[in-house]
C-alpha cells in the first residue's frame, strides 16, 4: 500500500483524541508499515510508535484537552485472554507423565480442563477474560478437540460473564471461506455471532489476514505479536485500525509460550519482563493484552506458568487498571472514539472547548495538558481528578447528542 504524508498523523490523532494540527512526525514510513503489520517492530520492548505519539504530544501547542484512553480516567488497561488449544492430554503425554507422576495413569484425564480452575482464579480477584476456542481445522498444528467437546463449557463460560471468541485454525488466516465457516460454526455452538478472533500461531499476513476477517464478519483482531519474543511487535499498545482496514487490532503484548518456551526465562526473570513490559504499557495509558493458554495451568507439563500470571493479576491489581474484555475494549474504543472535542476560544489564561458524542459516553475522562495550576470546569456532572502530571475532568456522563462546554482558567 503506497504510503500517503499524514497518514501517521491521521493513525496519531485517532489513537490520542485530538488534532495535532502541523506537528512533522518523523520516519513515518518505518512507524506506518509497522502498526500495518507488514513489518515487525526491531525493538520487541519498546514501543517505538508510542514513543513517537508522545513527541507528538509533548510539541502540540498547550493547552490540549483531548480524551483519555479508558473510562473513569483508570491509569490503564488490561485485557485478559486465553487461547483454548489443547483440552485434554494427549495418549502420548499420559505416557510420558506416567514415568514422573505414576498416579496420572489412573487418575482422570483432566489436567488440561481448566476452566474451573481459571474462572475461579479469575474470581478472587474480581475480572473477567476473553476465551478463543478452536472451530475447525485439519492441519496437523491444529488442536484434537472438537466444536462439539467444548460446546457445554462456552455457553458456561458465558453465563460467567466471559467474552468466547474465535481461535482461528492454522491456514485460516489465508483463507476466506474458512475463516468464515469457522466464525459460523463458533456463532451456531454459542448461539450467537463472536466478535473476536486470534489466529492460532499467530499466523498472520498483513497483505490478507485483517481484510478477510473483516468479511468473515469478526469486529477486532487480536493476533499482531510475536512467538517468539514478548513485546510490541506493533509499536503501540492502543487499540487501533490498521491504516486501509476496517477492523480493530487488539494487540497481543504477553503471552505464557513466548515466556518459557522461546525467551526461556526463569520465574523471577519472566517476572521482571512481565512487570517491565506493563510499566511500559501503564506509562502511555496503554492496553495490556495478556494470553495465558488453560491448558499451561497444568504445573506437571508446564511448570511456573501461571505462577507468573497470578502475580501478574495481584502487581496489575495494584495499579487500579480497567480490565475489559476483547469486546469490551472494542465497545468502548468505538464510543470514545466517537467524542469530538472542538476548540472555542484560546486566550491569555483561559481556553474552552466544546465535547459531544452521539450516543451517552458514561465515565468519559478528559486530560487537559497545560498550565499545572489550571482550575478546570463544565456545564455537566463532572468531577475534577489528578494522577501526577496528568489533570482529568470527569463525567459521570457525556449526554447524547448534547454538547457540554469545558472551560479552564489559569
Ligand atoms: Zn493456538
Not at 474470581?123 to 488442536?143: K, L, M
Not at 517491565?276 to 488453560?294: D, F, I, K, P
Amino acid at each position: 500500500m503506497p504510503v500517503e504524508r499524514g497518514e501517521l498523523s491521521v493513525l496519531f490523532e485517532a489513537c490520542l483524541g485530538f488534532s495535532l494540527g502541523g506537528i512533522e512526525i518523523p520516519d513515518s514510513r518505518k512507524l506506518i508499515s509497522i502498526m500495518a503489520g507488514s513489518q515487525k517492530n526491531p525493538q520487541p520492548k519498546v514501543p517505538i510508535v508510542e514513543e513517537a505519539m508522545a513527541r507528538a504530544v509533548e510539541s502540540a501547542p498547550s493547552p490540549v484537552l483531548h480524551a483519555w484512553f479508558w473510562p473513569d480516567a483508570k491509569p490503564f488497561a488490561v485485557a485478559l485472554s486465553h487461547d483454548v488449544d489443547e483440552v485434554r492430554w494427549s495418549w502420548r503425554r499420559r505416557l510420558l507423565m506416567a514415568a514422573k507422576h505414576p498416579h496420572t495413569v489412573l487418575q482422570e484425564n483432566e489436567r488440561y480442563w481448566n476452566f474451573d480452575r481459571v474462572l475461579a482464579l479469575e474470581r478472587r480477584s474480581g475480572v473477567r477474560s476473553s476465551w478463543y476456542f478452536v472451530a475447525d481445522g485439519r492441519h496437523p498444528r491444529d488442536p484434537p478437540y472438537r466444536l462439539t467437546d467444548v460446546a457445554s463449557v462456552m455457553g458456561e463460560l458465558e453465563k460467567q460473564g466471559q467474552e468466547i471468541g474465535l481461535h482461528a485454525s492454522y491456514l485460516s488466516y489465508a483463507d476466506a471461506a474458512m475463516l468464515k465457516r469457522e466464525r459460523e460454526a463458533i456463532g451456531k455452538a454459542l448461539g450467537r455471532p463472536v466478535l473476536g478472533v486470534r489466529q492460532h500461531f499467530l499466523n498472520f499476513d498483513s497483505s490478507v489476514t485483517w481484510r478477510i476477517q473483516r468479511e468473515a464478519g469478526f469486529e477486532y483482531d487480536s493476533t499482531l505479536a510475536y512467538n517468539e519474543v514478548s513485546g510490541f511487535r506493533a509499536g503501540i499498545c492502543h487499540p487501533y485500525r490498521p491504516p486501509g482496514h476496517n477492523i480493530m487490532e487488539i494487540p497481543l503484548i504477553l503471552m505464557d509460550g513466548q515466556l518459557f518456551l522461546y525467551e526461556r526465562f526463569s520465574v523471577p526473570q519472566a517476572v521482571a519482563n512481565c512487570e517491565r513490559l506493563s510499566e511500559a504499557v501503564a506509562a502511555r495509558g496503554g492496553l495490556l493484552t495478556m494470553n495465558w493458554h488453560q491448558h499451561t495451568y497444568d504445573s506437571y507439563s508446564f511448570p511456573g506458568f501461571w505462577d507468573v500470571y497470578e502475580h501478574m493479576l495481584g502487581w496489575l491489581m495494584a495499579r487500579d487498571p480497567a480490565f475489559l474484555t476483547g469486546e469490551e475494549v472494542w465497545q468502548w474504543w468505538n464510543l470514545r472514539s466517537s467524542v469530538h472535542i472542538v476548540e472555542q476560544e484560546r486566550k491569555r489564561g483561559s481556553a474552552t472547548w466544546t465535547v459531544s458524542a452521539p450516543d451517552r459516553v458514561p465515565g468519559l475522562a478528559l486530560r487537559f495538558l497545560g498550565p499545572k495550576e489550571a482550575g478546570l470546569h463544565a456545564d455537566a456532572e463532572t468531577r475534577v481528578t489528578t494522577r501526577g502530571d496528568d489533570h482529568f475532568i470527569v463525567f459521570r456522563e457525556l449526554p447524547a447528542d448534547e454538547p457540554v462546554t469545558v472551560a479552564s482558567e489559569w
